[in-house]
């Protein structure tokens, strides 16, 4: 693996921030403690003026750039974005990536031992949402000795989170990137949440999400959402040039065992999924994605909402996601222009769907290379 040539930030290990002091969440519970896991890219100059915080999406996690290891076979799940010469350009940027509360690859969530019970939390980890997760990131701000980040940066429920940062800390963000997000799910996507947590809840291997003590996985439930919200995230341009209606063998067999290519693929993506995410943080995940709603708390008038942001933003849509359609993209710009705030929109043409934030598309790296190069500071010399 030539690293160098990939323009890669190279080999890196995660790093754990633990905490004592107890966040109260929303939902009225208290975690008393909780660690978060954490990778960093690049330098932190002198004046700590230059860091940027990447917001991870449903399935993602702290590893968004990199290696773990020689002989890993794939990057961190951002990696065509951070690098060295890349948009979010670490020569110039500190890059910090971490693991949301209620994750499952290494942040306090449910497979964490409950300091109560001595036990996996389980189904008993509390429900956390977006803004829960904004607390929290910010007390990791603090923890780093940052006092604002240059950018907050995520696409699809993390470009949720960097809403809710320019809401919530407006002082404590310079820039705000939002990607391939709404303002708050639809009914129909609020629909296919929970069609993919009652696939997961009515495994019988679930055991009412204490799955960990009977020595099991529901596979099937947890490999059906998986397989359903892939769908969601791909367009029909994206899955018909990838796959068409290619048979497997060659020929029809007439029965129920796969034979479209289209078939194999979603069953690799749900029992590949299985063995690296865990059951209840899909169900937090997801019930995260469905409370988010901002402007909840100001008479449903997000322009009212957004009245505190004063990060300048860049919000950045594309045109063959259904899922998060530019629409809803421009629901966000027209509240920001409402409330008078800075924003620049970019609508990316691209047939890849809801994934395309995690695609190289030249034109969209060259828009948020384009915008981040605008930024003061951002130099480690």
Not at 47 to 60: E, F, K, P, W
Not at 203 to 215: I, K, L, T, V
Not at 228 to 238: E, F, K, N, R, V
Request: glycine share 10%; net charge negative.
């Amino acid at each position: 693996m030539d690293l160098r040539r990939n323009h890669s930030v190279g080999i890196v290990q995660p790093q754990i921030a633990r905490f004592q002091e107890p966040l109260a969440l929303d939902c009225g519970r208290t975690l008393a403690s909780y660690d978060i896991v954490y990778e960093t890219y690049g330098q932190m100059n002198e004046a700590r003026d230059n860091a940027i915080l990447i917001c991870h999406a449903l399935s993602g996690d702290h590893h968004a750039a990199g290696y773990h290891a020689e002989t890993d076979r794939k990057p961190g799940w951002w990696d065509s974005a951070i690098g060295p010469g890349k948009p979010i350009d670490t020569n110039r940027f500190f890059v910090v990536s971490l693991n949301n509360l209620g994750g499952c690859k290494g942040s306090t969530g449910p497979l964490s031992i409950d300091p109560a019970t001595g036990k996996p939390y389980g189904p008993d980890f509390p429900i956390v949402t977006v803004q829960d997760w904004v607390h929290a990131q910010y007390r990791f701000m603090q923890r780093l000795g940052i006092d604002r980040w240059a950018a907050v940066i995520g696409g699809s429920l993390g470009g949720m989170q960097v809403l809710q940062w320019a809401i919530t800390y407006p002082d404590a963000l310079a820039h705000a990137i939002v990607i391939a997000a709404a303002p708050k799910l639809s009914a129909q996507n609020i629909a296919f949440n929970e069609v993919a947590r009652q696939a997961i809840i009515t495994d019988p291997d679930f055991h009412g999400g204490r799955y960990a003590e009977y020595g099991t996985i529901p596979r099937r439930g947890l490999m059906l959402a998986r397989m359903l919200g892939h769908i969601t995230y791909l367009s029909d341009d994206a899955m018909r040039a990838k796959f068409g209606r290619e048979l497997r063998g060659g020929q029809i067999q007439y029965g129920f065992d796969v034979e479209f290519q289209v078939e194999s693929y979603l069953r690799y993506q749900g029992s590949s999924f299985v063995d690296r995410f865990d059951a209840n943080t899909y169900l937090l995940m997801t019930k995260a994605l469905d409370y988010f709603d901002p402007a909840h708390g100001f008479g449903d008038d997000l322009s009212v909402a957004l009245a505190s942001v004063k990060a300048s933003c860049l919000v950045v849509s594309f045109t063959s996601d259904w899922r998060f359609s530019p629409g809803r993209s421009r629901e966000i710009v027209q509240a920001l222009l409402a409330a008078g705030k800075r924003v620049s929109y970019a609508e990316i043409e691209s047939n890849h769907g809801h994934d395309a934030f995690l695609v190289t598309i030249p034109y969209y790296h060259r828009v948020l290379a384009g915008y981040l190069a605008q930024i003061e500071g951002g130099s480690v010399a």
